[in-house]
């Protein structure tokens, strides 16, 4: 790992003009269409068929609308309730009610099989009750789909294991996904705050050793923006993950699901946005995504082509 990285000072210059719980209002470009479509229900009925959870659902993704009129979904393998406390997530938390259920990652292949998958998302909660943290099921799930769809590729986007032994990482590459994600999410700086069960630098060192493990597959991660971050900081958390040799960088809004949870900052405004995606350009990342709806799984089918060529055309 780089001994370079800084952890720069956070400013929050909006907490002196409103109260804590106060928001800035929506503006137009965070909207989005109530899903309504026929694609949409049919993504839906196929999901609650096979008693596959999504994150999409689960979050509260502005985009569930237009990915499942599509026929895309992620999906969220190891249960519906997290370990941690993210202050960001409206996933529930606290004490997982049951084990991890075997039979998941077939029902989970079963539905890419059957809604046709090019690419699909995997993601999970955080199961710090579960010794290998889900790496194990995460890989069966990855081998599941493998069998009954073997032309999908796979991208997953998975926890820290940061109470794991590390060799558990070994298990989920050895499975070969096509794309392995685990999110950064915020600036080392708001951590305590936001992601109070994670470490920043353990979270690139996992994503670094990806890379150490398999130089060819392909690692992404995110953050988002509007939580209270600067521009600096964010370039920092920039030049962190080239040092890891992340390939694809996406920058989204934060939007927040509740009044209990961590208020919005600020919206980045689009412009923004294109200026952070043409310094991510820049710094070198194969395949950047930033606008205010961008999220870890959209439009990742897609992106995934562009990244494949972007490596191609990068060693021709």
């Not at 690419?119 to 889900?134: E, P």
């Not at 150490?212 to 964010?234: A, H, N, Y």
């Not at 960088?249 to 043409?278: C, I, M, N, W």
């Amino acid at each position: 790992m780089s001994r370079d990285l800084k952890i720069p000072a956070q400013r929050h210059p909006e907490k002196a003009a409103r109260p804590d719980n106060a928001q800035p209002k929506k503006p137009d470009w965070i909207r989005v269409k109530a899903p309504t479509s026929e694609g949409y229900r049919q993504t839906r009925d196929i999901m609650r068929e096979h008693k596959v959870t999504t994150v999409c659902e689960e979050a509260g993704c502005p985009n569930v609308g237009e990915c499942w009129s599509q026929g895309h979904a992620t999906m969220m393998i190891m249960g519906e309730v997290c370990t941690r406390a993210c202050t960001f997530c409206n996933i529930a938390t606290g004490k997982p009610p049951e084990a991890l259920d075997v039979f998941e990652p077939g029902r989970v292949a079963d539905a890419v099989k059957k809604l046709g998958l090019k690419h699909v998302v995997i993601t999970s909660v955080d199961r710090d009750d579960v010794a290998d943290g889900g790496a194990e099921h995460f890989a069966q799930t990855i081998r599941a789909i493998r069998r009954q769809a073997p032309h999908t590729t796979i991208e997953i986007l998975t926890p820290d294991f940061i109470r794991c032994d590390p060799a558990v990482l070994e298990v989920v590459v050895a499975a070969r996904p096509d794309v392995f994600n685990h999110n950064l999410e915020t600036v080392p700086g708001l951590y305590p705050e936001v992601r109070p069960g994670a470490r920043y630098f353990h979270s690139l060192r996992l994503l670094q050793r990806v890379k150490e493990l398999d130089p060819t597959m392909f690692t992404k991660s995110g953050i988002m923006v509007g939580l209270g971050e600067d521009r600096q900081g964010v370039m920092q958390v920039m030049d962190d993950m080239r040092a890891a040799d992340i390939d694809f960088l996406t920058v989204g809004q934060y939007l927040q699901p509740t009044p209990k949870h961590h208020r919005v900052d600020r919206f980045v405004t689009p412009d923004e946005f294109a200026s952070y995606e043409k310094a991510a350009y820049g710094k070198g990342f194969l395949m950047v995504s930033a606008s205010p709806l961008t999220r870890s799984s959209y439009h990742a089918g897609d992106d995934f082509a562009r990244l494949r060529q972007a490596r191609l055309a990068k060693f021709a």
